[in-house]
């Protein structure tokens, strides 16, 4: 039997969105006002979750308390209050919520061991709505390929 559990974690971060291999009429095109030289910033609604079987002992798929400690230490302490284009693991990408998503994960599966961490869900606004849930295939995400002209 397997279930699975979410919670939800907050942080706010800013970033901007602009890629060095494009030109600046490029990054203007491609991210329009996110491109804002001196970025804008987001409240970032984190959903994690995990799914296993239900500890017969505790009933739970996961002890809430060690997920709470896990992704503050990996998570929260690292992005919250934090400008993401500052963070090494951003230096050679866009620090798009996509890529934010993406590292989000691949910070928290080897922290979660036992525990099988199945998607990383982020809200960056009311409107916009990340999913990420691994995969080899986006494991190391790249930047925009464009030729500056």
Wanted: proline fraction near 6%.
């Amino acid at each position: 039997m397997k279930a699975h559990f979410t919670r939800a974690y907050h942080l706010s971060a800013s970033h901007r969105l602009h890629a060095d291999s494009l030109s600046v009429q490029q990054n203007q095109a491609t991210y329009g006002k996110c491109n804002n030289p001196y970025g804008h910033g987001h409240n970032y609604r984190i959903e994690v979750t995990v799914a296993g079987p239900i500890d017969p002992a505790t009933g739970m798929v996961i002890n809430m308390v060690d997920l709470d400690a896990t992704v503050q230490q990996h998570i929260v302490a690292r992005f919250d209050h934090m400008n993401l284009n500052l963070d090494p693991l951003f230096s050679d990408q866009v620090p798009t919520t996509e890529n934010l998503s993406i590292a989000v994960f691949n910070l928290l599966r080897p922290a979660l061991q036992p525990a099988a961490l199945e998607k990383i869900r982020i809200e960056e606004t009311e409107n916009n709505f990340f999913e990420y849930s691994g995969g080899s295939a986006y494991a190391a995400p790249a930047q925009p390929q464009h030729t500056t002209q």
